[in-house]
């Protein structure tokens, strides 16, 4: 047996032996996840620096806060989510007791990305260790510093057989898809989701997958372009564009382009210095492949700000192009760097059109001061999730569930839904056998009245 | 382009119209299918006694008045399921508009098996319909009499640009399954379900696979034997057997097994007479082929009740078995049929081992008059559904959700959780442009400063430290 079966098998019988049942247990277990990120702070941080330049804030501020506080949330919440949860009767069954009983589903799988790659690992792994589930982590190997950190300090901090971590590129990850789970989470590029549903069928495990695409973000005419073009800046830059939320791409009236790019301009001037290269706050991207895939974007475009980049140090400037087509390479793929592509439509329904056109992506965004503008964009597109007048919010909040639609993904999770995304909801009916007369009317042969429902 | 081409193209430019989106688009479909139900039931009951000769009981219960419940109950919450769901809000998003927003997939496929053809066929249907989506049905072509009914008589009563029925075996649901969905509810076996898996796999479609399995009925020695008798009897040899949440085998001790082998031949007795081959309430197999199979079963162990079998009927005489090992066929594959086996175990922790070494079934039973033995069954093991001293009666309350787990599958519906099934769950932040101040704190720069305030704020327990 391979080193990678053993390991799975171990999880599952480390599951099996029941010890992730009683809440007492998990609550630990996630205590002392907590102290690992509390007492491991800087190594965590460290080894961000090192793998995609994030500076301490970042490291805590879009990484580590999240995780803390989806801890806290599901420390707090977990008796009241694993409770049985009784449900409406039935006139038949006014006598019995219906209700939902939560149970795990037994070994979990989380796959993980490279651009938030603490976060994104162990924060869907808080809801599946809730759950009661063991937990198999496959980091990825392109922030090869996390995943060697993540492999050093899980198993000092939690149970080490129910929570292995395994490092490994492609042809492990392969070999992990071919072992049996309960539930498969994957974070990571379309065309890999459908290789992970591809072989979660053949298993039928159920799969959540948070995949991506190009996040539209439509500005109107009638907005506060400063408080506007602000927001955008801040959400577009962050980690040098590697999110997977960041508005993709911009959509806006000719007549308020230019002003766009001059308060953009405004923006990263205020937030990364003259030269960005120089700023603490900026990121690089995360390897030489995707360095020279973005870069590759911009060629032939018009560019308004920024263009350049430096291949040794994989930093390229916040760059905004104008008068983007829709037929252009940087219009085609989500592009997942620090390039921002405004396109000119001239008006809210064309603007629509555009969207609706393309895959449903991950977010959308739109800025107006007009209420029934943002009401118009919301009811006639689909995404995964919305944030009217800002960008990138709406997954901070723990209540609304976190994830894609068609090709940008399916499930979510975050909070109360990742505790319900990694258990099973079993119905539950106890009846008694007393009175079996009541019944009577439902046996054969022919009764005379029919029972109600 | 094949012949589906055309149809699921018109569903989807349908669909980007918006006609199914207002509520009242809605409502009009589900009367519409309310009608249906009422207008044909005559002809409804004759094609379910053509198909499986399922009595008029059986097809009113199981088939006709569960499908016109839910029905009603979607007309009568739809404009409350539709509505914006909202969600509690952290501190810094106190003065914004946070709410889940249902909305349609947009295309949805529901592929549905023969043993309730119609039940399993309108009730998903129901909640494709009220989440706002365009339904292409496919149902099973084995049903054949209810098939024709679906194809020819339910397109009338709804919007035909928006609806569409797909005819054909397994090769046209291979080409039919080519084409992308936006969602695709499939009832039938595992074997099947995981080629749908995969072929939704192609396109990133989300799945709901209602499968099956071999649901496990343990009875203590503490409870009346005829009375579980009775209760085991009719929810094993209701339609004939061909139903995916029936008990499928027995867990008993040796002792109890010599009395539920009387009750249950009384049991039968009682429901289908001395002779079942000439009762009307006892339905047949529906087709030459699982006649066959379940001819092979009934080889199995040895036989203490029935046992008869006539292949120019298919009818199957309703049957215990006892001996039998688990090798077996009988114990191997979902039975699916009139048949129930029996086996022994020496103890609960054995049989709870004994299920527990299997695939997770669609339903668990567990027969006992000491709560703490029905608890702990439950406790121990896991399924899509359990049931304590009765059989499959959750399924009547809308309330509970209606799925697998493991190999008995992905998802759940029923009531409102149909609704959720086939709705998308976006998630919505309103913000305002105002009280931009209060955002200062995320820009970049970053000073020592702010990294101080923050890791202060996490050390707070019960604050919400996302200063975004």
């Avoid at chain 2, 085998?249 to 009384?266: D, F, G, H």
Wanted: overall charge neutral; hydrophobic content about 40%.
């Amino acid at each position: 047996m391979s080193r990678i079966s053993e390991v799975v098998k171990q999880a599952r019988t480390a599951f099996q032996s029941g010890r992730t049942r009683p809440l007492q247990f998990r609550i630990r277990q996630l205590e002392a996840l907590r102290r690992m990120i509390k007492e491991r702070g800087q190594d965590i941080s460290s080894a961000l620096a090192a793998d995609l330049r994030k500076n301490e804030w970042a490291s805590y501020n879009e990484e580590m806060v999240y995780v803390l506080e989806e801890l806290e949330h599901m420390i707090q919440k977990l008796p009241e989510w694993a409770a049985d949860e009784p449900v409406v009767k039935t006139p038949q069954t006014q006598q019995d007791e219906p209700y939902i009983h939560s149970e795990p589903l037994g070994v979990v799988l989380i796959i993980g990305t490279w651009n938030y790659p603490f976060n994104l690992v162990v924060q869907p792994m808080v809801g599946a260790i809730a759950a009661g589930n063991a937990v198999v982590l496959k980091p990825s190997e392109l922030s090869e510093n996390m995943a060697n950190l993540l492999a050093t300090i899980i198993p000092q901090y939690l149970d080490k057989d129910l929570y292995p971590v395994i490092n490994g590129g492609v042809s492990e990850t392969t070999e992990l898809l071919k072992e049996r789970f309960d539930h498969i989470l994957y974070t990571g590029s379309t065309a890999v989701g459908k290789i992970v549903m591809t072989a979660a069928a053949k298993h039928l495990t159920p799969v959540t997958l948070e995949l991506g695409g190009k996040s539209p973000c439509y500005v109107d005419k009638d907005c506060d372009l400063d408080v506007a073009c602000r927001r955008i800046a801040w959400g577009k830059f962050m980690n040098s564009g590697q999110t997977c939320v960041a508005p993709d791409y911009l959509l806006c009236d000719p007549s308020i382009q230019n002003q766009i790019v001059e308060k953009l301009k405004k923006s990263l001037k205020e937030f990364y210095g003259e030269d960005a290269k120089k700023s603490h706050d900026y990121g690089r991207i995360i390897n030489a492949r995707h360095f020279q895939r973005v870069m590759s974007l911009i060629k032939g475009q018009k560019v308004a700000h920024g263009g350049t980049g430096e291949e040794a140090s994989r930093y390229i400037a916040p760059t905004i192009l104008t008068d983007v087509d829709p037929q252009s390479p940087v219009m085609q793929e989500e592009i997942f760097g620090p390039v921002l592509p405004i396109m000119c439509v001239h008006s809210l329904e064309e603007a629509i059109q555009f969207i609706n056109q393309r895959k449903k992506p991950l977010a959308l965004y739109v800025f107006s001061s007009n209420d029934k503008v943002i009401k118009k964009m919301i009811a006639e597109t689909s995404s995964g999730g919305v944030t009217a007048n800002d960008v990138i919010v709406h997954i901070t909040l723990h209540s609304l569930p976190f994830g894609g639609v068609g090709h940008s993904g399916m499930g979510a999770y975050h909070g109360k839904k990742s505790f319900e995304t990694f258990s099973h909801r079993r119905s539950c009916l106890l009846r008694s056998l007393q009175n079996d007369e009541a019944h009577k009317a439902r046996y054969p042969p022919s009764p005379a009245k029919m029972p109600r429902y | 382009m094949d012949a589906f081409e055309n149809t699921v193209q018109r569903l989807r430019e349908a669909f980007s119209s918006g006609r199914t989106r207002p509520a009242a688009f809605r409502v009009a479909q589900l009367e519409g299918l309310g009608r249906f139900l009422r207008e044909n039931k005559q002809q409804l009951q004759d094609a379910l006694a053509q198909d499986l000769q399922k009595s008029a009981f059986e097809s009113e219960v199981s088939e006709i008045a569960i499908s016109q419940s839910e029905v009603d109950l979607a007309l009568r919450n739809l404009r409350a399921w539709m509505k914006d769901q909202k969600v509690p809000k952290n501190l810094a998003t106190q003065l914004d508009s946070a709410f889940i927003r249902k909305e349609p997939f947009g295309l949805v496929l529901i592929i549905a098996p023969w043993n309730y053809p119609l039940n399993l066929i309108l009730v998903p249907l129901v909640g494709a319909i009220a989440a706002g989506n365009c339904v292409m049905l496919k149902p099973s072509e084995i049903s054949k009499s209810i098939e024709k009914i679906l194809a020819q008589v339910l397109p009338r009563y709804l919007d035909q640009s928006c609806f569409a029925v797909a005819l054909g075996g397994p090769e046209e649901t291979t080409r039919l399954l080519e084409h992308r969905f936006d969602y695709i509810f499939f009832t039938g076996s595992p074997r099947v379900g995981k080629i749908v898996m995969a072929a939704a796999a192609k396109h990133l479609t989300p799945v709901t696979l209602e499968l099956g399995g071999k649901n496990p009925c343990y009875v203590d020695d503490n409870c009346d034997p005829q009375t579980v008798a009775n209760r085991l009897a009719w929810f094993r040899y209701f339609n004939t057997g061909q139903t995916c949440v029936a008990p499928d085998y027995v867990l008993c001790s040796q002792e109890m097994q010599e009395r539920l082998v009387p009750a249950l031949q009384n049991a039968i007795t009682r429901f289908y007479g001395d002779d079942p081959r000439s009762s009307p309430n006892l339905g047949r197999i529906i087709s030459q082929k699982h006649f066959k199979r379940l001819q092979g079963l009934l080889r199995c162990g040895r036989v203490v009740i029935g046992g008869q079998s006539e292949e120019n009927n298919l009818y199957i005489a309703p049957t215990v078995l006892v001996d039998v090992q688990e090798t077996e066929p009988v114990m191997q594959e979902e039975v699916f049929g009139p048949i129930l086996p029996l086996m022994t175990v020496r103890s609960l922790d054995e049989a709870i081992d004994f299920i527990n070494h299997r695939e997770k079934p669609l339903a668990l039973y567990a027969f006992s008059n000491n709560s703490q033995v029905v608890k702990q069954v439950l406790a121990r093991t896991s399924s899509g559904g359990f049931c304590g001293n009765d059989g499959f009666m959750h399924l009547t309350l809308a309330s509970l959700p209606f799925g697998g787990v493991g190999t008995s599958g992905m998802g759940s519906y029923h009531g409102k959780f149909s609704f959720d099934t086939f709705s998308h769950h976006r998630a919505c932040l309103l913000r305002s442009p105002g009280m931009e101040k209060i955002n200062d704190f995320r820009y970049p720069p970053y000073s020592p400063r702010n990294l101080r305030v923050l890791l202060m704020a996490m050390e707070e327990r019960s604050c919400s430290c996302t200063l975004l």
